[in-house]
C-alpha cells in the first residue's frame, strides 16, 4: 500500500488512483486484491481505504464511468473496477451510507454491466466489444479478448448471485463469438485480439496469463451454475491450456511466469501485474469447480514457495521482483511485481474456513499459531522458534516482521523447513477456526441505470494513452527471444456467427442448482502455508 497516498492527498483526482506512470484499472485491479486480502486473512484494517476508493469512482451514473478518466478508461479499464464491485458484493463487503447513490454494491455492479453490454458492437466482426469506449482513444478500431473475456465473466457471476437468467444468455452470447471470431482456439489458447475496420483479421496472437485467467473462472462459474458437462469440460481445458504460463525452465517446474514477455525483460507496468489475476482467478475457480482443485494448488503452492523467495528485496527485504524462477530478488520493483506475489500467497488460504468462497475472512489468532507450532514436539528447535517469533507479523497491517526473526528471508526459510514435514490438515484447521457467513443476495435485482456512455469532449494527446495489454498495431505473432542466461546465483535461466443480442432483463428463470465448492482443506506438501503467512503482510501492504 506504499504506493498509494491518495487517501493522503484525499483529492477527487487522487482518491482511488495511483500515480504515474500507472493507469486507471490497475488502481481498481489493485483493490480487487486488498479484498481478497481482507477476505483470506480478516484483517479488516484497509477497509475503510478500499471502500473509499471503490465508492469515489462509481461516476455520476454509478457505473463506473468516470468523466476525469475518459483517456484512460477503457472496456477492459472498467471491467476491472466491476471485477472489484463484484467480489464486494459476493462477500458482502460492508458498504458505505453514502456515495452510492443508494445502490448496493450488487447494483452497482449491474449498472456497470448495463453500461458495458450496452457496447456490443455488430456493425464489425459480427459482434463483440471494442476495446476502447471513445473513439478519440488509440485502439478504438481494435476488439480484444480481455474487455469481451471481462463481461463473459461478469455475466456468468451475476447470472451465479442473482439467478437472472438473462445474463446467461449473455455470457453464452459472448463466449460464442469468442471462438467464432477466433479469439478462443480450439486448443483453448486465448488469443489478444484483432483490429475490427478489418473484421476482425489478422488476430494478434498475443497469449497472456489474465486472459487464460478471466476465461477459466467465467467458464467455471457457469459450470457451477449449470452443472453442465460442457462447461466442465471448458474449465478443464483453459486450465490445461494455463500450463503454457508455468515452467519457464527445465528447473523452474510448476513456477508461473509471463509467457510473451518476462523471460525476454520486456514486460511493462501493466504487464508485470497480469500473475496476479491468473492466481486470483485459479483460486476462485477451486471453489466453483473442485475438480479443478488439485491441478491449481499443484502450480499456484510451488509458484507462492518461488513467489516468497523474490520478496527479498529493498532496504527492509520484503520487496517482491518479478522473475519467480529466479528464486531471489530480481531488481524488478512495483505495484504490479507486489501485488502478484500477494495475491499468488494469500491464496493459499482458500480452503481455510475463512477463506471459502461466500464467507467473510476471519484472521487466525496470532496465539493459537504459536501455540500449534510448540505443540509440535518433533518440529525441529530452531524451526519452530523461527516461526514462533515470527508470528508477531502474521496479518499486521504494519508490513514488518517481527523484529524476533532476523530478516522475512530468514523467517521464510525457517519456516518452509519446518513446515514441510509438519503443517497438516490438523494444523491448519486449528491455526483457523473462526468464519462468518456471509449474506449473499440471490434474488435479481434490476438496475435502474440507463444512461447511455458520456461523450467524450477532449482530444487526447498522441502519449496519453498506451496499449495496457493489446498492441492494435501489431498484425501477426511474434515469437519472443528466450533469455536463456542464467541469472545470478541460480542455474535458471473462419467467418463469424453473429450472436443475437439480448437487452438486460430483471425477469428470472430457474438456473440449476449450484454445485458444491470443495470443502477440505488442500494439506500441503510443502510447507509453503506458513511460508506464505509470515510474509504475507510485508508482500504488498508496507514494503
Known sequence: MKYYTGNVTNT?????????????????AMWGAMLDYYHYTGDSSYNEVVSQALVSQVGPAFDFIMPNQEFDEGNDDQAFWGFASMVAAERDFPIPSTGTGGFSWLQLTENLWNNIASRWDTSTCNGGLKWQIYASNKGYDYKNMVSNGALFQL???????????????????IYDWSTNVGFVTNDFVTYDGAPDNTNCTPITKEIWTYNNAIMLYGAAVMYNITGSSTWQDRTNSFLGASAQFFSPYANSTNVMFELMCETGGTCDNDQFSFKGYLSRFMYASTQVAPFTHDTVFKYLTTSASAAAKSCSGGTGGTTCGQRWYWEAFDGSVGVGQQMSALETIQGLLVD????????????????SISSAVQATSTMPTAAASAITASSGGIFIASGKANSAASSITDA??????????????????????NSSTAAIPTQPISSTNTSSPISPTKTPTSTLLTATSSQAAASSYTSLAIDTSAPPTTQKPTTATAPSVVNPASTTSTIPAQQTANSSPHTLSNGVMLAGVVVLSSLFLGA
Open 352 to 367: 481455510t474456513p475463512g477463506g471459502a468462497d461466500g464467507q467473510a475472512g476471519t484472521s487466525p489468532s496470532v496465539s
Open 155 to 173: 455475466s456468468a457471476r451475476l447470472a451465479k448471485v442473482t439467478g437472472n437468467q438473462t445474463y446467461v444468455t449473455w455470457a453464452n452470447q
Open 12 to 28: 477527487t483526482d487522487t482518491i482511488a488512483i495511483l500515480p504515474q506512470p500507472y493507469y486507471w484499472w490497475e488502481a481498481g
Open 412 to 433: 521464510v526459510a525457517a519456516a518452509s523447513a519446518a513446515a514441510t514435514a509438519y503443517v497438516t490438515t490438523e494444523l491448519l484447521t486449528t491455526v483457523c477456526t
